[in-house]
């Protein structure tokens, strides 16, 4: 199954966050933060402007982004987690690689 994003919404696939600090202390599942980073797996075509045009869109599919902590929507799609980002003011960096 295929997502396809409408406007200038973006889809990211949620990346696992650490499990084991840098000393090799394990972080248990109650004491995990929720990622704030993710891949972009779909773009949307970006938001209408007044004029008609589209606005270019400056994250694309396969980009490592973080995001805002408290925004999107969560989303499960055959067993892999998912979020949907409602606008791209959400993505605050894009990492390299």
Do not use: C, H, W
Not at 34 to 58: F, H, I, N
């Amino acid at each position: 199954m295929n997502i396809r994003p409408l406007g200038d919404r973006v889809v990211i696939k949620l990346l696992a966050s650490e499990e084991v600090t840098k000393s090799g202390i394990v972080i248990p599942d109650t004491a995990k933060e929720k990622s704030q980073q993710g891949e972009v797996v779909a773009v949307g075509p970006g938001r209408l402007m007044d004029d008609g045009t589209r606005a270019v869109m400056e994250v694309k599919v396969g980009d490592i982004i973080v995001f805002a902590k408290y925004t999107g929507t969560e989303m499960k799609l055959d067993g892999v987690d998912y979020m949907i980002l409602s606008s791209e003011r959400d993505v605050l960096a894009i990492m390299d690689k």
